[in-house]
């Protein structure tokens, strides 16, 4: 890691480093639960999924750069909860660093930098959404003053 490590918003050259990041995470899911296998084209997914989200006005998607090589990504989006209040709230979909990047803030930083954002577009609250069994992820969030307010049960139907 150098000193010149900073985050900014994703650009279309970030593209190929970012499908790779947000593909690994994806990869990584699936190892927290057979639900969350990723598709066999998934890079493609990814490409389509990032590309739109850097086309919404209504989303956020970050890179961690480090002397000119995005090390890590963050995508979130504003969303509407038409039923509660606050209604406006920024959701938090994707956060992965490379492994030398984690445990040194970087991720404290992605989030606020998204939470600043996402509150300027007006949302007043963030929420996150990862893995129910990803334990690292939940103090992660937890640390950030993060807590549960929902949960969500699966079932395959057959």
């Known amino acids: 890691m150098t000193n010149s490590v900073s985050i900014r918003a994703a650009k279309n050259e970030d593209l190929e480093r970012m499908v790779d990041l947000v593909s690994r995470l994806k990869r ?9 296998t990723p598709v066999d084209d998934l890079e493609n997914e990814v490409t389509k999924y990032l ?6 006005s209504n989303s956020v998607v970050l890179v961690l750069e480090d002397g000119g090589k995005v090390q890590g ?5 504003l969303v509407d909860r038409c ?3 606050p209604r406006l709230v920024g959701q938090i979909a994707d956060v992965y660093l490379m492994p ?4 040194r803030s970087m991720g404290y930083k992605l989030i606020a930098e998204a939470e600043k954002l996402l509150k300027s577009r007006g949302a007043e609250m963030i929420f996150a959404e990862f893995p129910a069994k990803n334990v690292i992820a ?3 969030y ?4 993060f807590r549960e307010i ?3 049960f699966a079932k395959e139907t057959q």
């Open 83 to 85: 039923f509660y209040k």
């Open 138 to 140: 939940e103090g992660f």
């Open 142 to 145: 937890r640390k950030m003053g």
């Open 150 to 152: 929902t949960e969500i």
């Open 100 to 103: 030398e990047y984690r445990r």
């Open 28 to 36: 990584l899911n699936g190892e927290f639960d057979p639900l969350l």
């Open 73 to 77: 990504v963050l995508t979130a989006k």
């Open 51 to 56: 590309q739109g989200m850097m086309k919404d």
